[in-house]
């Protein structure tokens, strides 16, 4: 039986009256994912079962539902030894597409479904991306696309009904900015593909929801102002002594708004990409420079969103960003290192009341754009590694997962929340250093550069009363810092092993789990007191270890 809950009006937060402003779950609405075949494999189905059930994922996003090896659009028998003989006409399958969306339906999440790429037998140029050789390019025949898109549609409400596919968002393509990798044709090639497709759309069921451009980043230059990439006018932004002071504007967007607007077009929400480090070519023919801007970066572009939107012929278009890291790089070292735990904590709860959705990219390493990663920890993107340790970033997503939907109390130290249905209080607290100044956290390409970023910061200490909890009340503290769930450090001290044993495997995940706990039992008083050394760096996590004794409900 739950003990007698406390009523909110004699909630106090250091002696204070509580706020309750929403409190929007971005971080786990949407999570990123490479491509669509590698959710067949059963450690991707793990992987992401566990990021469903302890993460609280709601609905997950990839490339490729339409690439080759998902079989989708046949043109040929496919007669093995033999030549492949032509079909009287090309025939839609969904035998390997069934089992992954099955898949994502019985785990107890959702698609975020990504239209892509194209097929071979469809595509005006073949093998333009990545290791498993996408196919980004304008359709062969635009009929034939809507067809694949309308028959494709139609078998998901033929197999899962109606009501539900009214819940996936549909996003049509990714980063078709980014020619000639991502997309081969013009901006207004792209512009049609969205015509034709949100016009197919709507034509099966008008509650579906439609969205673009997915663009990818913020630019503080006119390099994808016109038809087509202009490499040139990015010059200026690779040698910049201070990106920060530029100017830096959403892709595509305006422009795809003011096409829609002009066609009386749907747009249900509009996504981007606002990965913070950006990368210009310098002008001098030696490549790209990585530019990294200020740690604020994401809740900056977020709000420029925001304002956007709100002016538009669109104002009550969702805002979707259908990827965000640290950084947009499969290699980053960071991206395994409690730098990044610390970094995305802050962006995600400064970016919360901001978008209905920000996917981190990714939640596993079994990502292969670039190939099967290099070694365990390699600055993959995912929460988890290929063999499924836990990153630091793992366990930060957790704690988010902890907090309720109505703030009780925000700072610069973190947050202390409630949940509206059982009245539970919850709280993360984090140390991003003072002395990063307005520093975000840099894209590195080895451990030993990841890892100096120890040498930087304090120790900072977190102190709160929360009064008219339930006397007797328990509350689990969990700390993750640089001592506790820092299984790269580990795998550093054992010299960096390519390939690991099953002993070392087994010995990384017990420590990638080691977190600091402990317990504190609400006395008498009916007052919870909040007081936590946070290392440098170290995020913590304050929730009830038995929900239902735990007060404060709503009314």
């Known amino acids: 039986m739950p003990q007698e809950a406390h009523a909110l009006d004699e909630l106090r937060v250091d002696g204070a009256p509580p706020s309750d402003a929403p409190l929007n779950h971005v971080w786990n609405q949407c999570v990123g994912a490479g491509r669509a075949n590698e959710a067949l494999r059963a450690d991707w ?6 990021a469903v059930d302890v993460l609280g994922v709601r609905y ?12 989708v659009y046949r ?13 009287p006409e090309p025939l839609i399958t969904f035998s390997y597409v069934d089992m992954v969306f099955d898949m994502i339906l019985d785990a107890g999440a959702r698609p975020f479904v990504e239209l892509g790429f194209m097929p071979r037998e469809l595509a005006t140029q073949t093998e333009t991306l990545f290791w498993w050789k996408a196919h980004c390019s304008p359709p ?18 033929e197999r899962y009904g109606l009501e539900e596919v009214r819940q996936w968002p549909f996003e049509v393509w990714n980063e078709p900015n980014l020619v000639p990798h991502f997309w081969t044709g013009t901006r207004t090639e792209y512009f049609e593909l969205y015509e034709a497709t949100a016009r197919a759309l709507k034509a099966i069921d008008p509650q579906l929801k439609v969205g673009g451009p997915s663009t990818s980043v913020f630019v503080p230059d006119a390099r994808y102002a016109g038809e087509d990439y202009d490499r040139a006018a990015e010059f200026a932004t690779g040698q910049a002594p201070d990106p920060d002071a530029l100017d830096w504007q959403p892709v595509w967007v305006r422009e795809l708004i003011a096409y829609c607007a002009e066609r009386n077009l749907p747009v249900d929400f509009l996504s981007t990409h606002l990965y913070p480090t950006d990368y210009a070519a310098d002008g001098t023919g030696n490549g790209f420079t990585a530019i990294h801007r200020h740690v604020d970066a994401t809740e900056q572009d977020l709000r420029l969103m925001q ?13 979707h960003i259908t990827e965000w890291s640290s950084s947009p790089s499969s290699r980053d070292r960071t991206h395994d290192t409690l730098f990044a735990a610390t970094y995305i ?4 709860l400064k970016g919360a009341a901001l978008a209905d959705s920000i996917s981190y990219w990714t939640f596993t390493d079994i990502f292969e754009e670039g190939g099967a990663g290099l ?3 390699h600055g993959g993107f995912g929460f988890v590694n290929e063999q499924g340790i836990h990153k630091p970033t793992f366990h930060a997503v957790a704690m988010l997962n902890r907090l309720g939907d109505r703030v009780v109390h925000q700072d610069a130290q973190g947050i202390i929340t409630r949940s509206s249905d059982d009245g539970r209080v919850s709280a993360l607290f984090l140390n991003y250093p003072a002395e990063m100044g307005t520093r975000g956290v840099e894209q590195h390409d080895s451990y030993a550069a990841a890892r100096a970023y120890q040498e930087v910061g304090t120790a900072r200490r977190v102190r709160h009363t929360v009064a008219g909890i339930e006397p007797g009340t328990v509350f689990g503290v969990e700390l993750l810092d640089w001592e506790h769930g820092n299984a790269a450090e580990a795998w550093h001290q054992m010299g960096e092993p390519l390939n690991l044993t099953r002993t070392q495997t087994a010995e990384l995940r017990a420590v990638a789990d080691d977190l600091r706990r402990w317990t504190v039992t609400v006395p008498e008083s009916g007052v919870l007191e909040i007081d936590i050394d946070l290392p440098a760096w170290a995020v913590a996590s304050v929730s009830p270890v038995a929900p239902t004794a735990v007060a404060v409900p709503t009314r």
């Open 345 to 348: 904590t802050r962006a995600f």
């Open 140 to 157: 062969s025949d635009m009929g034939e696309w809507v067809r694949l898109v309308t028959a494709t549609v139609e078998h998901w409400i």
């Open 45 to 50: 189905q793990a992987h992401f079962r566990e």
């Open 60 to 71: 997950v996003r990839f490339h490729g539902l339409f690439h080759d090896d998902m079989f």
């Open 75 to 87: 043109a040929t028998y496919g007669g093995g030894f033999a030549p492949p003989g032509e079909l």
């Open 307 to 319: 304002e956007l939107i709100a002016a538009s012929p669109y104002p009550d278009a969702e805002l």
């Open 375 to 377: 070694g365990p920890f």
